[in-house]
C-alpha cells in the first residue's frame, strides 16, 4: 500500500507540474505581449510589498546556519554514527561551489563592480575611488554568507532526514516534525513539492538566460557573432543538449567530471589575470573588501528603502533580485548538497557550504573586481558605460585590456558553458528527484523532459523581456519558498533537540 501511496503522489506531482510548464511557455509563445506585461507587473508588486519578507527572511538563515554550527550539535553526523564522506574535499567543494553560484560569478565578476562604480547605490561621487570601495562592498555582501545560508537550511536537513533516517528526498519532508508524516504524504506535501519544483525552474531558468546572455556577448567582442535572438536560441538548445547529456550520465561520471574541471579552469583563469593584472592592488582591494563586508554586514542586511531615493532603484533591481534569486536556487542547489554531503558532521558541512564558498566569492571578485576597477580609475580606461548598457560585457571588455586577454576571454566562453552545464544538469537531476518520490537515482527519461522543459521556458522569457522577465520569474517563485524555508529552520531545531533527547534518554 505505501509503494502505491508513493507512486500516485510522485506521478501527480510530476504530471501537474508539467502541466502548468508547459501552460506558462505556451503563453509566452502565444502572446508574448500579455506575458511580458504580467511579469512586469508581477516583478514591481514582489519587490514594492514584499522586499522586506526577502531581507528578513535572508537574515534569519544566516543567523540560523552560524548558531546551528557552533552549537552542540555541530558534531552530529549527516548519516550513522559510522558513516564517512563519500567525495574529497576537493571534490565536495567543487561540485556544491558550481551547483551553488554556477554561470553567476563568471556574469557578474567583472560587471556588477562596474555597474556600481558608475552607479553608486551608496552616493559616492561617480568615478571616484569611494566609488571603487563602495562597488567592491556591494558586490562582495550579495556573493558572501546569505546565498550560502539559503541553500543550507534546505541541505542541512534534508541531508539529516535522507542518511540518518533514511527518508526520501523532497522538500516537503523536512515539513514531517511539524505537520506529521500523514499530511507530508497528502495534498500538502504535493503542493510543497510542486512549489519546490517551479523555484528550481525559475532559478535554473535565470540562470540559462544569464549564460546565454554573456556567451552571445563573448562571441560578439572575440568573433564578430552578432547579438540576435536567432544566436541567443542556438546558444539555449547547445547548452540544453550538454546539461542534458551530462545528467544522464549520473553524478560520477558526468556531473562529479564536469564540476572537477570547472574549479581546474577557474584556477587558471584566476591565476592569470593575478599575474598579469594589477596584483598589488589585488592583494589590498580583497582584504579591505573583507573587512568592509564585515563591519557593514549587519547594516547592508536590514538597509531598506522606507522613504525612496536613490536606494530604492538599487535595492529592487539588485539585492532584492539576488536574495529572491538565491531562495529560488535553494530547493535544487539544497538537495543536490544534501545528495553529496553524506557522512559529514553538522559543523563541516557549516563550514563547507557556508565558509568555504563565501571566502571564494571574496577571492573571486577581488581578483576580478579589482582588475576592472583599475582600468576606471589608474589607466583612465572607460568601460563601466558600456557596462551600465549591457551588462553581460564586463568580463570581455577587461579582458582584452590586459596581456594574453584575448586567450583568457576563450578560456572563459569555455568556463561559461561548463559553469551553467555543472548548474543544469544538477538541476535537472533534482527536478527528476522531485518527480519520484524523492529517489537518489531517478530514471533518464525524466531528466530529459525536465531539461527541455527548462530550455523552452529560458527562450520564452528571452523572447518576451530579456532579462528582466528572468529576474521576474524568480522573484515569484521565492515568495512563497521563503516561508518553506523559515518553517525548515523551526523543523529541523525541533527534530535535533528531540534525537538529543533519545540519546539522553539511552
Not at 104 to 114: D, H
Not at 340 to 365: D, H, K, N, Y
Not at 400 to 427: D, K, R
Request: aromatic share 14%.
Amino acid at each position: 500500500m505505501a509503494s502505491n501511496s508513493s507512486e500516485t503522489k510522485s506521478n501527480s506531482v510530476y504530471i501537474v507540474s508539467l502541466v502548468i510548464t508547459i501552460a506558462v511557455v505556451a503563453w509566452g509563445l502565444v502572446s508574448p505581449d500579455s506575458f511580458g506585461a504580467f511579469a512586469k507587473a508581477l516583478n514591481g508588486g514582489l519587490t514594492k510589498y514584499y522586499g522586506w519578507g526577502y531581507l528578513l527572511t535572508m537574515n534569519i538563515f544566516v543567523a540560523f546556519c552560524l548558531f546551528i554550527g557552533c552549537s552542540r550539535f555541530g558534531k552530529m553526523r549527516l548519516g550513522p554514527e559510522d558513516s564517512r564522506p563519500e567525495y574529497s574535499n576537493l571534490s565536495w567543494v567543487a561540485m556544491l561551489f558550481s551547483a551553488g553560484m554556477g554561470v553567476g560569478l563568471v556574469f557578474y565578476g567583472a560587471a556588477e563592480p562596474l555597474f556600481y562604480f558608475g552607479s553608486t547605490p551608496l552616493g559616492a561621487e561617480p568615478g571616484s575611488i569611494q566609488a571603487a570601495r563602495d562597488a567592491m562592498q556591494i558586490t562582495v555582501f550579495h556573493w558572501g554568507l546569505h546565498p550560502w545560508a539559503g541553500y543550507s537550511v534546505i541541505a542541512l536537513p534534508l541531508a539529516y532526514y535522507q542518511f540518518r533516517h533514511n527518508a526520501p528526498g523532497l522538500i516537503s519532508t523536512i515539513f514531517i516534525p511539524l505537520v506529521g508524516e500523514e499530511r507530508v504524504r497528502g495534498a500538502f506535501g504535493k503542493t510543497v513539492d510542486i512549489l519546490a519544483i517551479f523555484a528550481t525552474l525559475a532559478g535554473l531558468t535565470t540562470s540559462l538566460g544569464l549564460g546565454t546572455l554573456q556567451l552571445n556577448s563573448g562571441l560578439k567582442e572575440l568573433f564578430g557573432i552578432p547579438q540576435t535572438t536567432i544566436v541567443q536560441l542556438l546558444i539555449i538548445a547547445f547548452l540544453v543538449f550538454l546539461y542534458t547529456g551530462s545528467a544522464v550520465l549520473g553524478i560520477d561520471k558526468g556531473i562529479k567530471f564536469v564540476a572537477d574541471w570547472n574549479i581546474r579552469i577557474c584556477f587558471v583563469i584566476m591565476a592569470a589575470l593575478f599575474c598579469v593584472g594589477p596584483t598589488l592592488a589585488i592583494l589590498n582591494s580583497t582584504v579591505m573588501s573583507f573587512g568592509d563586508y564585515i563591519s557593514g554586514l549587519i547594516k547592508e542586511s536590514f538597509m531598506t528603502a522606507p522613504y525612496g531615493g536613490g536606494y530604492e532603484d538599487h535595492l529592487r533591481n539588485w539585492t532584492l533580485y539576488y536574495w529572491a534569486w538565491w531562495i529560488a536556487w535553494a530547493p535544487f542547489s539544497g538537495s543536490f548538497i544534501a545528495r553529496i554531503s553524506r557522512g559529514r558532521t553538522i559543523r563541516e558541512f557549516i563550514a563547507g557550504v557556508l565558509i568555504v564558498p563565501a571566502l571564494g566569492s571574496l577571492t573571486w571578485f577581488g581578483i576580478f573586481g579589482t582588475s576592472a576597477l583599475k582600468l576606471e580609475l589608474v589607466d583612465k580606461i572607460n568601460i563601466s558605460a558600456a557596462v551600465l548598457q549591457d551588462i553581460s560585457v564586463g568580463i570581455f571588455k577587461m579582458f582584452l585590456n590586459y596581456t594574453g586577454g584575448f586567450a583568457m576571454s576563450v578560456l572563459m566562453l569555455v568556463l561559461i558553458v561548463t559553469f551553467f552545464v555543472t548548474s543544469a544538469n544538477s538541476g535537472t537531476y533534482v527536478l527528476s528527484m522531485y518527480s519520484t518520490e524523492g529517489s537518489l537515482n531517478p530514471p533518464k527519461s525524466k531528466m530529459f523532459v525536465w531539461g527541455i522543459l527548462m530550455g523552452a521556458l529560458a527562450m520564452v522569457l528571452l523572447l518576451t523581456g530579456g532579462l528582466q522577465n528572468l529576474q521576474t520569474v524568480s522573484l515569484a517563485a521565492a515568495m512563497p519558498f521563503s516561508l518553506i524555508m523559515v518553517c525548515s529552520c523551526v523543523a529541523f531545531y525541533k527534530v535535533l533537540l528531540s534525537e538529543e533527547k533519545k540519546a539522553q534518554l539511552k
